[in-house]
Nanobody
Framework: KVELVESGGGSVQAGGSLTLSCAAS????????IGWYRQVPGKEPEWVAA????????NYADAVKGRFTVSQNDAKDILYLQMDSLEPEDTGNYYC????????????????????RGQGTQVTVSS
């Protein structure tokens, strides 16, 4: 089992930036699929980004494409979500999820098929 802990959330004005971190309890080996999601109360989680470790380019939801960037540290135990040009609509609880995907990583992320997830970190963007 992989345990995930997010950090880096906070309050920021529109147009600002934040970098979220997702720390894994163990080395995330090649082939693992990582998803970033956000959720606001009363709504279903919304996928934000998907990346397969050592598997190629990440995928981004249309709402964040060009503004958000995922990356990983060299030790492969911390994932980052760089968020730029933040908008009030980006407000939510952001969490990461991980698993060995049963299918294409991006498809698994979109349908919420990753077993391990963290508690999340709150991001609030004010206008």
């Amino acid at each position: 089992k992989v345990e995930l802990v997010e950090s880096g959330g906070g309050s920021v004005q529109a147009g600002g930036s934040l970098t979220l971190s997702c720390a894994a309890s163990d080395y995330i080996h090649s082939g693992y699929c990582i998803g970033w999601y956000r959720q606001v109360p009363g709504k279903e989680p919304e996928w934000v980004a998907a990346i397969e470790i050592d598997g190629g380019s990440p995928n981004y939801a249309d709402a964040v494409k060009g503004r958000f960037t995922v990356s990983q540290n060299d030790a492969k135990d911390i994932l980052y979500l760089q968020m730029d040009s933040l908008e009030p609509e980006d407000t939510g609880n952001y969490y990461c999820a991980a698993d060995v995907p049963n299918g294409l990583c991006s498809s698994v992320v979109v349908r919420g098929g990753l077993r391990y997830r963290g508690q999340g970190t709150q991001v609030t963007v004010s206008s």
